[in-house]
């Protein structure tokens, strides 16, 4: 089975300042890969690479072994993205919203998805609301039903934690959880991160610090974090 | 034919962001009726005038109010990052670029829809007929196209406002000349074969920009 996505000797440059260099990762299929790092190790730089918003220096990037530059339409149809920032149109109305996104994605009997993903997201009395009269939580829920809108089988998450509260996180993960899927996300907490996914990278100073090939105790991943202060 | 949908979907998202919002379209309305009240005043309206002036009073007008709504219409997209929701969408950058050019190009024909009996009012111009339209839509595509194009660059500039006339005005400027001076050949009497060299100009600069704007648009909305 081909890996859901591998990346080869990734760079990423900023002028003379260099966010990745030679990053190498694959993403198993239906594995939950968590990328944790120190602020400026180049997690984001590296999601946004993956998500195609940003263009990679040099290296490669596939996804189920086919290329963003012959097959994108393809490759993007299968990869939501749940970002800092919500994708969202403050003037529009979360049905709105979520209906634009639908016809964007050509989502089949959209109106039923919609509805389905307001109501599991405790969105549904706030439909016609504009997303602009939303608190930061209702926005990121309404991201996360953005997201899973044409039910994805790549998702890449970076912080999508961040602003929900307990309730709203568990039912991410149910989502998440109605079918076999790859995710990669990033995780500000280390226990949160763990407790989610299967396999873990550390990145520090836009390099690959540690990448065990299998789950490894809380302890190793917390010490090899610690490790990677020092080279940040 | 994918990208005319996708552009389609985007299009009708602005136009619908706009019904909600109303806040561009009453902006640009209301800074171009003054602008060419403000000129009504200084100019007065005789004839002798109107020929004159009104033209280049007209199209400067819309110029500047293009400005207002071209710098809106990729605001709205960089708040709360849209533009990569719109990335990350399974269609190509081409389909965002038009579906933005599209969405400009009906916000700036309906100024004018509304401004243009204003402007025949004050300056005692009969502006409707079939030349002036063609010269209105062509002048309207160009100034569109470019618009849309420098806008999307602005918008990750710091001085955004500052940028985009920067930007702007000296590449539209072949557009501006064309259309006020087809405006006045028209407004004087003239035969359509007359004006037939700047409708050749305003045709020729929205060809190549329409284009050119399309196949590099990729290139600036990418990090």
Redesign the interface.
Do not use: A, C, G, N
């Given at each position: 089975m081909k890996n859901s996505i591998e990346v080869t000797n990734l760079c990423r440059n900023f002028g003379s300042f260099e966010a990745l260099k030679n990053v190498s990762l694959v993403a198993r299929p239906n594995e939950t890969l968590a990328i944790f790092g120190h602020n400026g190790a180049g997690k984001t730089t590296l999601l946004?690479i993956l998500?195609?918003?940003?263009?990679a220096t040099s290296g490669n990037v596939l996804y189920g072994g086919l290329d963003m530059q012959k097959d994108?339409?393809?490759i993007?149809?299968n990869?939501g993205?749940i970002?800092h920032?919500?994708?969202?149109?403050?003037?529009?109305?979360a049905l709105?919203n979520l209906t634009?996104?639908a016809?964007?994605?050509?989502v089949p009997d959209r109106n039923v998805r919609i509805k389905h993903l307001l109501t599991a997201m405790g969105l549904r009395t706030r439909m016609y609301d504009?997303v602009g009269t939303f608190s930061r939580g209702m926005?990121q829920r309404l991201s996360i039903a953005?997201a899973l809108l044409h039910d994805p089988g790549i998702i890449l998450m970076d912080e999508p934690e961040s602003g929900l509260d307990n309730k709203a996180s568990e039912t991410l993960w149910q989502l998440l959880n109605e079918k076999k899927r790859t995710i990669i996300l990033t995780h500000h907490n280390l226990e949160r991160g763990y407790a989610v996914a299967n396999r873990f990278i550390i990145l520090a100073r836009g390099s690959v610090f540690f990448a065990p090939d299998n789950k490894c105790p809380l302890a190793e991943l917390e010490a090899a974090y610690s490790a990677s202060l020092e080279v940040a | 034919m994918k990208d005319l949908s996708d552009a389609f979907i985007i299009a009708s998202k602005d136009i619908l962001t706009e019904i909600r919002n109303r806040e561009v379209l009453s902006s640009v309305v209301v800074f171009a009726v003054l602008v060419i009240i403000i000129f009504n005043f200084a100019f007065g309206s005789s004839e002798r005038a109107a020929g004159l002036v009104a033209p280049g009073i007209l199209w400067a007008t819309f110029a500047f109010a293009g400005i207002l709504a071209f710098n809106r219409s990729f605001v709205m997209e960089k708040e709360e990052d849209c533009i990569e929701g719109l990335m990350t969408a399974p269609i190509s950058r081409e389909a965002i670029y038009l579906g933005k050019f599209f969405g400009n190009t009906f916000f700036i024909l309906l100024v004018q829809l509304i401004v243009i009996p204003v402007f025949s009012l004050l300056f005692n111009i009969n502006f409707f007929n079939l030349e002036l339209l063609a010269i209105t839509i062509l002048a309207t595509l160009g100034f569109s196209s470019t618009g849309t194009l420098f806008a999307a660059m602005a918008v990750n500039t710091r001085a955004r406002e500052l940028v985009l006339p920067i930007l702007f005005f000296p590449i539209v400027s072949p557009v501006i000349i064309g259309a006020v001076n087809a405006s006045a050949l028209v407004l004087e009497g003239q035969s359509f074969a007359a004006i037939n060299q700047w409708i050749g100009i305003l045709v020729a600069f929205d060809a190549i920009f329409i284009v050119a704007s399309y196949l590099i648009f990729s290139f600036i909305i990418e990090e």
């Open positions: 946004k998500s195609t918003v940003m263009k994108p339409e393809k993007l149809s990869i993205v970002s920032r919500s994708f969202l149109y403050s003037s529009l109305t709105d634009f996104y016809r964007l994605y050509s504009k926005q953005r | -």
